[in-house]
Every structure is written in structure tokens, then in C-alpha cells.
Nanobody
Framework: QVQLVESGGTLVQAGGSLRLSCAAS????????MAWFRQAPGKEREFVAA????????SYSDSVKGRFMISRDNAKSTVYLQMNSLKPDDTAVYYC?????????????????WGQGTQVTVSS
């Protein structure tokens, strides 16, 4: 019902910044809670950040809190992840996800729609 396409992933040096984008189509974007997850080689996919329907409530994992910021522009059907002070262990494929609920959640199984992922590599 929703198609998600991530973009913006690239190679960046430690301490640098990067902004990822996720464009949504297929359903009314504002009806969905949006989130970012990431998966590093050999590791499980983990929660990064989420944002409510209205954008008024956000949630972050402890590992990125204070460094990353999630935002959304419902008029553009796009969610963003601003990543600052990047570390080598931020290296992962970053996935955009959506769920039909108003509140953010860190629970991966609750997200029904996923993008293809975009690679972020942070060099030391």
C-alpha cells in the first residue's frame, strides 16, 4: 500500500554529517508513523529513530540520541534523517519504514512497509 525509496547514503568521514531522505508514495503519507532502522554487516536490524503522524513526537535509540534528528514533510511525502557527528559504527544499510499507527515505536515487527535501503559508510 506504501512504497518507500531511500536516498542520500554515501561514504563520509568520521565526524561528518549526512542527510538521508525517504520518499513515500501509494497512500496518504500523513497517515503513517515513519521510522529509520539500520543493519550493519553481521548484525540484526536495529531501530534508529521514529516520528509520529503529525511530527510532534519523536523517538531515538540511545546510540544516536543527540547526534541524529528525524523530521518529516507531509506536503512532500518525505521523511528525513539528519546524521551528525558520524562514527564508524554508524556504518550500515539504512532503511525507511512505515506503520499504520499514530505513535512512534522501536519495535521492528510493527512496521509493515520498508524501503530498499541506502548504504552509509563512515570511514575512520
Amino acid at each position: 500500500q506504501v512504497q518507500l525509496v531511500e536516498s542520500g547514503g554515501t561514504l563520509v568521514q568520521a565526524g561528518g554529517s549526512l542527510r538521508l531522505s525517504c520518499a513515500a508514495s501509494g497512500r496518504t503519507f500523513s497517515w503513517y508513523t515513519m521510522a529509520w532502522f539500520r543493519q550493519a554487516p553481521g548484525k540484526e536490524r536495529e531501530f534508529v529513530a521514529a516520528i509520529s503522524w503529525s511530527g510532534g513526537t519523536t523517538s531515538y535509540s540511545d546510540s544516536v540520541k543527540g547526534r541524529f534528528m528525524i523530521s518529516r514533510d507531509n506536503a512532500k511525502s518525505t521523511v528525513y534523517l539528519q546524521m551528525n557527528s558520524l562514527k564508524p559504527d554508524d556504518t550500515a544499510v539504512y532503511y525507511c519504514a512505515a506503520r499504520q499507527a499514530p505513535a512512534p515505536s522501536a519495535a521492528l515487527p510493527t512496521y509493515n512497509y520498508w524501503g530498499q535501503g541506502t548504504q552509509v559508510t563512515v570511514s575512520s
